[in-house]
């Protein structure tokens, strides 16, 4: 018995569709946008944001940039986190940003070093949905979010393309349970995270006048990775700025942007 042609004809089209999976464009995007997503981790509900650039600006394939805030930013909103550092400057240029931002949001009181099952969970989801660079995928945060950022890039090491921390540090003598994870009983905690971390370039940013988070652990950090050979170890203090640092950095420093889009893993 012969087919009849529609049937046959919708069985061809489903497989072929099937087949190409992945490979289905998505329809460009005229403008960059910052879009609401939640994630469920060990029971939890966690709410993220992730900024999804305008397709002429990102291209076919994204870089992508993980962001982690600081203490002024925890809770559950999912909004907070938007509004502060590399937020702020993306709003400015929001149809120019090449590159997807992921924004997880660590819950009130917690530190992000609790919270790294859902940093990367957040950082895997949105690279999958818009179609990230994974060998371009950086990773930078302010204050607490600094100490994220070490903490995380040592959890994965190889995996990112670059860091930016920004007002950070490894250890935090007032705020311990802020410190790097893993490192307890080590010499140096420095020299061992420099060991670690030294073929991944780095670019660190700082305030002279800081007087949450010492600009010293800024100045030993990068001492560490010179000594350890780093590839590309980087650091700028603003003589002039506080603790908010992050300013100047995102805002007012437009060779961090053309250093950190030119990096590859």
């Not at 993980?66 to 502060?84: A, P």
């Not at 992000?112 to 995928?137: I, K, Q, S, Y």
């Not at 061992?192 to 700082?206: E, M, N």
């Not at 010293?216 to 990775?225: E, F, G, K, T, V």
Request: aromatic share 10%; proline share 8%.
């Amino acid at each position: 018995m012969r087919l009849p042609p529609f049937p046959y004809a919708t069985m061809l089209l489903a497989i072929v569709v099937l087949l190409l999976g992945g490979c289905v464009s998505t329809p460009p995007r005229a403008n960059g946008s910052f879009v609401e997503r939640s994630i469920d981790i060990a029971g939890n509900t966690h709410r993220y944001q992730v900024f999804v650039p305008a397709s002429a600006a990102g291209g076919h394939r994204p870089p992508v940039i993980v962001f982690l805030h600081g203490s002024g930013e925890r809770g559950s909103d999912g909004i907070k986190q938007t509004q502060v550092g590399i937020g702020r400057y993306i709003r400015a240029h929001q149809d120019s940003f090449p590159a997807i931002v992921v924004f997880p949001q660590a819950p009130d009181e917690s530190e992000w070093a609790g919270n790294a099952e859902m940093v990367f969970a957040t950082l895997d989801a949105a690279t999958r949905e818009f179609h990230g660079d994974p060998d371009r995928t950086t990773l930078t945060g302010l204050s607490m979010g600094g100490y994220g950022t070490w903490d995380m890039a040592l959890r994965a090491p190889g995996r990112f393309a670059a860091l930016v921390p920004v007002c950070g540090g490894v250890v935090h003598p007032r705020r311990p349970s802020m410190g790097v994870s893993g490192l307890d009983g080590v010499g140096d905690p420095y020299a061992t995270v420099a060991t670690r971390l030294k073929d991944t370039p780095v670019w660190q940013f700082h305030g002279a006048l800081d007087d949450v988070v010492s600009p010293d652990y800024s100045r030993q950090m990068d001492a560490a990775l010179k000594t350890a050979g780093a590839r590309d170890a980087r650091l700028t203090i603003f003589p002039d700025a506080d603790h908010n640092s992050w300013d100047p950095a995102y805002s007012q420093t437009p060779e961090l942007w053309t250093w950190l889009f030119a990096q590859k893993r």
